[in-house]
């Protein structure tokens, strides 16, 4: 056959130009990678087969007929990420004891994210004017501005952290995060041993800049072993900063606190924080027969 002639040309040129050189020609589309990690299985084929149309042997490439359904990600939360209260309280403490500095100044930052369900920029770039910290209850945070680490290459001020708006929200826009007495009191005590960058940041670098995420990463990777047991250390238990937040979010949602307004106070769209959360809500079908059967009974 035609074909098997071309493929076989191929398969001699190949060999004659040897690794390393490629024929002129055009360059060669992306590999399509298949579900599952399997490799490129659709253009695996596609060089000899490409060849045979340049050659006319063949009127197209079958090839480009296949479509590949790949599998769509909903970004749910990994249940096993998330820390229990104790567990949180205990990394918190971890952290007071990784470096000399360093780490009893990220402390209050991490507790942000923990007691508020701040993002990480969104604590990075806290200021001391956006904290309402009474002396007893409940205080409050007005998050107003982030501090999101890119290439500086990409930020309008060449720095690695630009000043920014709210994600997802318009540069004016404000959000209200109430906090617990716990962090009232953490941030307290944090003002009263750091005080405040020259504009008014909470958290900083000896310097005055901006905590880079390797930074506060590699801090948080010291403080989960001294906190966690070794299988913990193993574990995805809040391998990532990050992984605070959503042990946050998983627990007002645990409480019983309503969707709505834990979606405002995390700053998420309704719909996407049900969907992100939905594997990490437990005892809600209990809670739900009982409400059920009230009703039924009524």
């Known amino acids: 056959m035609p074909v098997v002639g071309a493929l076989a040309g191929y398969g001699e040129y190949a060999l004659r130009v040897g690794p390393g050189r490629r024929r002129p ?93 701040l993002r990480p920029a969104e604590a990075a770039g806290l200021r001391e004017k956006d904290c309402h910290l009474p002396a007893s209850g409940w205080g409050l945070l007005t998050l107003e501005k982030t501090a999101p680490q890119s290439n500086k290459r990409f930020t309008d001020s060449g720095k690695a952290h630009d000043e920014r708006g709210l994600k997802h929200r318009d540069a004016k826009t404000t959000r209200p995060v109430p906090i617990p007495p716990e962090l009232v009191a953490i941030l307290r005590a944090h003002l009263d041993t750091h005080g405040t960058a020259k504009d008014g940041r909470l958290f900083r670098t000896r310097t005055d800049g901006v905590i880079s995420g390797s930074a506060y990463a590699k801090i948080w990777k010291q403080a989960r072993t001294y906190a966690l047991t070794p299988d913990q250390v193993a574990s995805p238990l809040a391998g990532r900063p990050y992984d605070l937040r959503h042990a946050a979010v998983s627990l007002w949602l645990n409480a019983g606190v309503h969707a709505p307004e834990a979606a405002e106070r995390a700053g998420h769209g309704l719909d996407v924080m049900l969907r992100v959360y939905a594997k990490c809500i437990d005892g809600q079908r209990e809670v739900a027969n009982q409400r059920i059967e009230g009703a039924l009974a009524s």
Not at 58 to 73: G, Q, T
Not at 76 to 95: F, G, K, Y
């Open 25 to 117: 020609g055009p360059a060669p589309r992306p590999h399509a990678r298949a579900a599952g990690g399997r490799g490129p299985v659709r253009r695996r084929g596609a060089p000899p087969l490409e060849y045979a149309v340049e050659l006319e042997e063949l009127s197209a490439n079958p090839l480009d007929r296949v479509k590949l359904r790949r599998p769509k990600s909903n970004g749910e939360i990994d249940r096993r990420v998330v820390v229990n209260p104790a567990q949180a309280r205990e990394l918190l403490i971890a952290l007071t004891y990784c470096g000399r500095t360093r780490g009893p100044m990220l402390a209050a930052m991490f507790a942000c994210m923990y007691f508020a369900g």
